[in-house]
């Protein structure tokens, strides 16, 4: 494992934390997001070919949970498919002038506890 990609999405689940906590959520989706981003990296560590691709390294780390038998495959479903919303959230958040609704708040913050779930074992 990739100790400091590691650690970066431990420090981006804190930051998204104190968002959630101090309701500033209009880049909630983006910060999420690298936090997914950044455990993939950690897991998968390099890249087959140059960089991870946004939507490659979900697939890469799909295959590489199944291949070794790492995660229950409904938990991974589970993250392969929140980590295909943040990518709309990150988008939304970052590169448009719209606010999130409280009802993607609502899924963003189930989203980060799952997350943070997930990260958590792993670290076990």
Not at 53 to 58: E, P, R, W
Not at 73 to 79: A, P, T, V
Request: aromatic residues 16%; proline residues 2%.
């Amino acid at each position: 494992m990739n100790r400091v990609y590691f650690e970066k999405s431990i420090e981006r689940l804190e930051i998204a934390s104190w968002q959630i906590n101090n309701n500033s959520t209009k880049t909630l989706g983006s910060t999420l997001y690298f936090a997914l981003f950044n455990f993939m990296q950690a897991i998968l560590s390099r890249p087959p070919e140059g960089r991870w691709k946004h939507i490659g390294i979900n697939r890469r780390f799909a295959k590489y949970c199944v291949e070794n038998n790492i995660m229950d495959r409904i938990k991974l479903r589970n993250l392969y498919d929140a980590y295909e919303k943040l990518y709309f959230y990150r988008i939304k958040g970052d590169y448009t002038d719209k606010v999130y609704s409280p009802a993607e708040i609502r899924e963003l913050i189930v989203i980060f506890e799952f997350i943070r779930e997930v990260i958590e074992q792993w670290e076990k």
